[in-house]
């Protein structure tokens, strides 16, 4: 960044940006107005008008998103450079995710190996259960995250969180490739990690493993022994069984993965899990990244600060200290940070709780703006800007259809549409309705989902609405295809939505010389306002539409009338008035695009 550079968060008021530049917010309002520009010293300023007042003064601004200039400033206060000195590194656990279709036998593989494992069983067993655990095989340790939901998973991500090294992906020999596996798949290649298939149940009397392994070729995961690169185990965890071949094969893709860390600078790593425990106040389940995090340590996670009163491990046991990919229970911290927030040492406490306490006076500034969360990414709508800027745009989709034979039209179809400076993306393409696991997946990714034949429930639309992800619904193959060939040329035209603003009832009619029939009304419902467009009903059949040309309370005009209350109404052009008649007003208003 030039020297002189002033870094100015977008969506700054007039007061906030001025001072920046040694100016008054008066300054910048006079400035705008002079350019056509109405705005006041609270308002929110585009990027262009702050822009152009630098401009006119010959300042160099860098603009940023919300927090992030604080955020730089802050991390300015964590000098770790010298950690990632490739000298100091040393070889680190890997750390696994288990995931797969809902009974394929997740849990139980799980439970099997914490109960196959060496140093849980000399322990004494697992006593307390925090999220994540520490297996041993043959001297080395393995760390598994129990959290298989892929919603967990994917959210993680959302917030910054690359906590998994190797995916393990479990499918039952009985059941084969189902909706979840396929999820989990795209979920697994989103996050660029390498896959370990678990073939699980082949104890079963209608387990066909060759079925599963040739479902599997199909989402290109070809198995070894087909010439392939996918490690392939066959187990039966209910038995016990190829649950050591299974760590062994992971200890050998960890190898490959040369999975590194700096054991000894300060720690820093992910928060996995936390909640409010009544007798220890705030608990923090976090995996460990690099450094080594110490009973003492001053440390920041996310908006939570404080300093390591305790560290406990998956046993229930206190420990001194936990190196790279070692997950434990910190309890210390001043109150309950969420899962996916940075967690590191800081230099002292004072450090510690100064960023925390900015955090958490930003986050609260955001949500009171309603605006706690930056959309990410390129949107649908932005590519044509994308376009402009000689830039190739990347366009992520997440396609559901009702079956799969339109599902792999619709893919095809929006295959051929690709051009040069635009390529598609599928993120996920699935058969069913659109789920929240879509709408989490969709946000981590910045993709758009486009529905065929099938539409999102009520909880899935809420979470959407929250995280800014656009759904598109089409039962038209050709109209989803010119939708998103117009967004790809950039020509999206707006949407609009037709909103009834109130209803009148005409009682009288009224002649004036020279304007014509006045219809006296009785609104009804909602507000009848001057100028706006109406419909004309007669016995519910739509007999005109026009406007209000005038509108009147007794003998005074006025702007608007609002329902219980009667008025005066004169129509633009129509003077076939009769008593029962109903006046119905409405506007149009253009859709937000998210």
């Known amino acids: 960044m030039p020297e002189g550079t002033v870094i100015v968060e977008r969506g700054a008021s007039a007061q906030e940006f001025a001072p920046k530049l040694n100016r008054t917010a008066a300054d910048v309002v006079r400035f705008l107005l002079e350019h056509g520009e109405m705005v006041t010293a609270t308002m929110s300023l585009g990027d262009e008008q702050m822009e152009l007042f630098a401009l006119e003064i010959g300042a160099e601004i860098l603009l940023v998103d919300p927090g992030q200039q604080e955020e730089m ?45 060496v140093v849980a069983r000399e322990a004494g067993g697992i006593t307390q259960h925090i999220g994540a655990y520490q297996v041993d095989k043959s001297g080395r340790k393995i760390t598994f995250i129990d959290t298989p939901g892929h919603a967990a998973f994917t959210k993680m991500r959302a917030r910054g969180a690359q906590v998994t090294d190797i995916v393990v992906l479990v499918v039952a020999a009985d059941d084969g490739v189902m909706p979840q596996t396929i999820e989990a798949i795209n979920h697994a290649r989103a996050a660029d990690v390498p896959i370990v298939v678990a073939v699980n149940k082949i104890d079963k009397e209608n387990a066909d493993p060759q079925r599963v392994l040739t479902q ?27 649950i050591d071949d299974l760590l062994e094969q992971l200890t050998v893709v960890a190898d490959v993965e040369e999975l ?107 949500n009171q703006r309603g605006d706690a969360r930056v959309q990410r990414g390129v949107k649908l709508e932005d590519i044509f800007t994308q376009i402009q800027a000689g830039e190739v745009a990347t366009l992520n989709l997440v396609i559901k259809a009702d079956v799969h034979g339109s599902l792999e039209a619709v893919t095809e179809s929006l295959r051929k549409l690709e051009r040069d400076d635009v390529k598609v993306a599928f993120v996920h393409r699935g058969v069913g ?31 959407a609405e929250g995280e800014r992800v656009e759904i598109r619904t089409y039962e038209v193959i050709y109209k989803l295809l010119e939708d998103m060939e117009k967004a790809m040329l950039g020509l999206l035209a ?20 020279k304007i014509g029939a006045i219809a006296g009304c009785f609104v009804r419902t909602g ?68």
């Open 216 to 242: 599997l070729a199909e989402y290109e995961l070809v198995p070894e022994a087909w010439g392939g690169d996918t490690i392939v185990v066959e187990m039966a965890a209910q038995q016990g069984l190829g």
């Open 433 to 463: 309705s659109i789920t929240e696991n879509d709408i989490t997946l969709a946000a981590t990714t910045n993709a758009t989902i486009i529905g065929f034949n099938v539409r999102p429930d009520r909880k899935a639309r809420d979470l």
């Open 260 to 366: 590194t860390a700096n054991p000894t600078g300060r720690a820093k790593g992910i928060v996995l899990e936390a909640n409010l425990d009544v007798g220890r106040g705030p608990v923090a389940t976090i995996l460990v990244d690099k450094g080594t995090l110490k009973v003492g340590d001053p440390i920041v996670a996310g908006a939570a600060w404080g300093r390591v009163r305790a560290l406990v491990n998956e046993r229930g046991e206190q420990i001194k200290e936990a190196g790279p990919s070692s997950p434990v229970q910190v309890l210390g911290l001043s109150n309950v940070p969420q899962a996916g927030d940075e967690f590191r040492a800081a230099p002292d406490e004072k450090t510690a709780r100064v960023v925390g306490e900015s955090r958490e006076q930003r986050i609260r500034v955001l």
């Open 494 to 513: 707006p949407e609009f939505e037709e909103v009834v603003t109130g209803e009148a009832e005409v009682r009288e009619i009224f002649r004036v010389p």
């Open 527 to 594: 507000v009848i306002t001057r100028g706006t467009k109406v419909r004309f009903l007669r016995e519910g059949t739509i007999i005109w539409k026009g406007s209000i040309q005038s509108l009147r309370r007794f003998k005074d005009d006025v702007r608007e009338v609002r329902e219980g209350f009667e008025c005066g109404i004169g129509l633009s052009d129509f003077q076939d008035l009769k008593s029962g008649d109903i006046i119905e007003t409405f506007e149009e208003r253009e859709i937000a695009r998210v």
């Open 73 to 117: 400033e802050l991390q300015a206060l964590f000098d770790d450079s010298d950690d990632d000195l490739e000298e100091a590194q040393q070889s680190r656990p890997p750390v696994i995710t288990v995931m797969g279709h809902v009974d394929h036998g997740k849990t139980t593989l799980l439970d099997r190996i914490r109960s196959a494992n």
